[in-house]
T-cell receptor, first 113, second 111 residues
């Protein structure tokens, strides 16, 4: 039981490049989330999904897109990376909407130069 | 959206009990209080959740007064491995998308 895994762990992009971050969970959770964490700050919600085929915007969605084609996977895409998107990205999942226990992945450290 | 206020940092020594207080003056009737722990280079980990009075689990206790405008996370007999950032979150049922992590409290446990 791996829990929540994220791919890749590290990535360096040049401004304007695109990439996709993959999040996978093996706990059969309905809800999945993408957060970003900037140095010395808390986490901010980018997008979330309440089930396969559904996505919704969080607090800071601009510059990102997401897809949830399979229940176990949640993809975060950057179409044209900017230096302001340099951050650590965390994926999380939870069983239900009323379940405050979110399970987090190990994070992806992204640097945009 | 009920935001929270926590101390930026706290110091403690091994074996002591640590109490971290969180202020949430605008908490709504249906809001729950949840605490997470985050170690460097790791994702946050759920510690405890409560609505009122006292909740205890195997790692911590959560004290919530009657007016619910604050809460206190209590860590008994801390060790060096409890050095981490602790986040207090306030949110309502089915309002998970409005969770606000804030900057948290950096707990430094000394030998």
């Amino acid at each position: 039981n791996a829990g929540v895994t994220q791919t890749p762990k590290f990535r360096v992009l040049k401004t304007g490049q695109s990439m996709t971050l993959l999040c996978a969970q093996d706990m059969n959770h309905e809800y999945m989330y993408w957060y970003r964490q900037d140095p010395g700050m808390g986490l901010r919600l980018i997008h979330y999904s309440v089930g396969e085929g559904t996505t919704a915007k969080g607090e800071v969605p601009d510059g990102y897109n997401v897809s949830r084609l399979k229940k176990q996977n949640f993809l975060l895409g950057l179409e044209s990376a900017a230096p302001s998107q340099t951050s650590v990205y965390f994926c999380a999942s939870s069983y239900t909407a009323g379940d405050y226990e979110q399970y987090f992945g190990p994070g992806t450290r992204l640097t945009v130069t | 959206l009920a935001k929270t206020t926590q101390p930026i940092s706290m110091d403690s020594y091994e074996g002591q009990e640590v109490n971290i207080t969180c202020s949430h003056n605008n908490i709504a009737t249906n809001d729950y209080i949840t605490w997470y722990q985050q170690f460097p280079s790791q994702g946050p980990r759920f510690i405890i959740q409560g609505y009122k009075t006292k909740v205890t689990n195997e790692v911590a206790s959560l004290f919530i007064p009657a007016d619910r405008k604050s809460s206190t996370l209590s860590l008994p007999r801390v060790s060096l491995s409890d050095t981490a950032v602790y986040y207090c979150l306030v949110g309502g049922l089915y309002n998970f998308n409005k969770f606000y992590f804030g900057s948290g409290t950096k707990l430094n446990v000394k030998p």
